[in-house]
């Protein structure tokens, strides 16, 4: 990676940063380490806000999936971006995100690769149509069928049974069908329900809420889902003809479906970059196009550390 002379004086707190941030990854430290890390915290406000920045920014690397971005020339990186220091950071990632996949794979019914999208009759004749990257868990009991939402986004065309209730569970919620088809899309560290057909019932948090056809609700893990608001059904499930429609969505959302259709590993250099708010339409299975897009339309850069590493940034 090239590197301009002037930025051979990188930014040692965030170097130590992350240091700080995968040892402690590895589990508690030992007392004299634990001291040790507490005081480089109280040394310098500066080492404070380096260790909130990349613990900020692994949360919401971790709630997104990768993406791929390959072939292209590796710019120059800027006086923050030490190309050690983000590597170091990047390869991380990329180890929690390789565990998540693998566990993903074992626990896995059904699921789809990469740009892959496939529609699959259940044993009771529903339907469960799979973005790319996504995968589901079949639990079906005498009195219930239920299906769990492992990773990505599916829609639910489902048979009538009222003594076998049809339900998906997805970030510890539960949404019941009540009548014939909805969308469920793991988002963050919560998920996003669209109702194509009739209605279903949202359970998260200790509280419920109906929502209707051509309407939308969403929860966090351990929340109560939000009121439901009205949505176009046909931007909502526009990936299933290979269209990203979004309207004021956080670009982590986006570069989490982005990442459903390449391999390898796209992210924010700081989190307040992927809070940034998108609108548009884009191609799902053109995701180089769409990054550049939204490079120009919010101000950013993307610096290419490998051509499956790539850091989002001012």
């Known amino acids: 990676m090239r590197q301009d002379p002037k930025d051979s004086d990188e930014d040692p707190a965030r170097e130590a940063a992350i240091a700080w941030w995968v040892a402690r990854r590895s589990g508690p430290l030992p007392p004299s380490e634990e001291v040790a890390f507490q005081a480089w915290l109280?040394?310098?406000?500066?080492?404070?806000?380096?260790?909130?920045?990349?613990?900020?920014?692994?949360?919401?690397v971790r709630s997104m999936e990768p993406a791929l971005y390959a072939h292209v020339r590796v710019p120059a990186v800027r006086r923050y971006e030490r190309p050690a220091a983000a590597l170091a950071a990047a390869a991380a990632f990329a180890l929690l995100l390789g565990f998540d996949d693998l566990s993903i794979a074992l626990r896995a019914d059904r699921s789809t690769g990469v740009g892959e999208i496939r529609s699959i009759v259940l044993d009771d004749g529903s339907k469960a149509h799979l973005d790319a990257r996504s995968a589901i868990t079949l639990r079906y009991a005498a009195g219930e069928r239920r299906v769990v939402l492992l990773r990505g986004e599916a829609l639910f065309e489902v048979a009538p049974n009222p003594a076998r209730p049809f339900v998906v569970e997805a970030a510890e919620g539960t949404v019941t069908a009540l009548g014939t088809a909805f969308d469920v899309a793991l988002i963050g560290d919560g998920a996003r329900v669209t109702v194509t057909e009739h209605r279903v019932e949202v359970r998260s948090g200790g509280g419920n809420v109906v929502v209707e056809e051509g309407r939308q609700s969403s929860y966090d893990r351990d929340r109560p889902a939000a009121a439901p608001v009205s949505q176009d059904v046909d931007a909502a499930t526009a990936w299933r003809r290979g269209k990203l429609i979004v309207e004021d969505q956080p670009l982590g959302e986006v570069l989490a479906v982005l990442g459903r259709h390449r391999h390898g590993y796209v992210f924010c250099?700081?989190?307040?970059?992927?809070?940034?708010?998108?609108?548009?339409v884009f191609g799902a299975d053109d995701p180089m196009r769409t990054l550049r897009e939204m490079e120009q339309a919010l101000g950013l850069r993307a610096t290419f550390l490998t051509d499956y590493v790539i850091v989002l940034h001012e």
């Not at 250099?269 to 548009?280: E, F, I, K, P, Q």
């Open 42 to 60: 109280a040394r310098d406000p500066a080492h404070r806000a380096a260790f909130a920045d990349i613990s900020g920014m692994v949360r919401h």
């Open 269 to 280: 250099l700081r989190a307040s970059d992927c809070a940034r708010r998108v609108t548009g």
